[in-house]
């Protein structure tokens, strides 16, 4: 699965100007609002959470509210979150009927002409007078969403068929400090077409989850209810326990050795779709080189379960006895209960050595 996680290195160059970015390729919910939100407060300064938990809400519930499934026959929604510079620019995209797609098309023209006040006033006057439908109203969501971003909506449509469209939507949020006496060229928010590049190559490897940014309890929790509610067990076959453990021991290896980028356990955490299953890969940097720990997964990756168990045993009574958490009952465990070999791989740059580690986790 060496192909799987190259991917992992070719994303976080992608977001190498990316605070946080955050991807989300799978079941559409309402409840995954909250740990969409969770997962983006980290970066946002105060005064400006409150916004942006409206147009992460308002963004998310517009998959709901347009996407015409239906018509497609297959989940196309993707939802994602990039913090850059001092904005954070929230990205949809889902399919749409050829109607749906002309409403959409015509209320964002008309909102995107529109000031502050203009904005004001439309929105009494569809909260007044607009007819409420299956689609949410008169577009009372979109004009929420130009009013609280206090910027114009980016938009595209790309053709599938003749009744059938691509929508992708961006909104672009000022989180940090006020950015008007700054250089007009720093000021200007990322175009949608760089998101809707990523959407394509998230689409393509079958990514349900990717997350890069600060790894502690607080992101930890919501991305773990995220790979709950999308690894539940499939047609008998018990995987959704194994994805669990799995991430939780990845990402908590992370929060123990990885080293800090300007303050932060930075790193990245993906979760793919496979012909035979999921994969599960993380990638950060870490103190000194990798070499030792190359060396004790290629041992590991050689012993079958009798011999595993009996290393597991022996590590976690050395451990106790030692008053150590040593990483190495964590890969064991990892390796005995999984039973495939674990990944590894590495990369140098000018910051350190980037540590990719990854593994399959297969329908049995």
Known sequence: MKDQIAL?????????????????????????????????????????????????????????????????????????????????????????????????????????????????????????????????GAGLGLIEMARKSERKIQKKFKKITEELYAFYMQIDLVIGETIEDEDETQSEPISIKENEIIQELITEHEIIFLYKGDFSSDTMNPILSIMKQNTNDENGKSIGFKIFHSSVELMQNIVRYGAEIDGKKEGIFSLNKTKNGYYLCTGNYIVGDSENFEKFISDINQKDKTELDLLYRKTLKESALNDDDSAGIGMIDLRRVIMNKIDVAKGIDSKGTYLMIGLEITYK
């Open 8 to 136: 992992i290195d070719i994303l976080r160059k992608c977001f190498t100007g990316d605070k946080i970015s955050m991807n989300y390729h799978g079941l559409f919910d309402d409840a995954f609002t909250e740990q969409l939100i969770a997962l983006a407060e980290s970066d946002v300064e105060k005064k400006a959470k409150k916004r942006m938990a409206l147009l992460i809400s308002e963004s998310f519930q517009n998959i709901v509210r347009h996407g015409d499934l239906e018509v497609s026959g297959k989940e196309e929604s993707m939802f994602g979150i990039r913090g850059i510079d001092k904005f954070l620019h929230i990205f949809s995209a889902n399919s749409v009927s050829k109607s749906t797609k002309d409403f959409l098309e015509e209320k964002l023209d008309e909102i995107n002409k529109l000031d502050k006040e203009q904005l004001k006033a439309l929105y009494a006057e569809a909260l007044e007078n607009g007819t409420i439908s299956s689609k949410g």
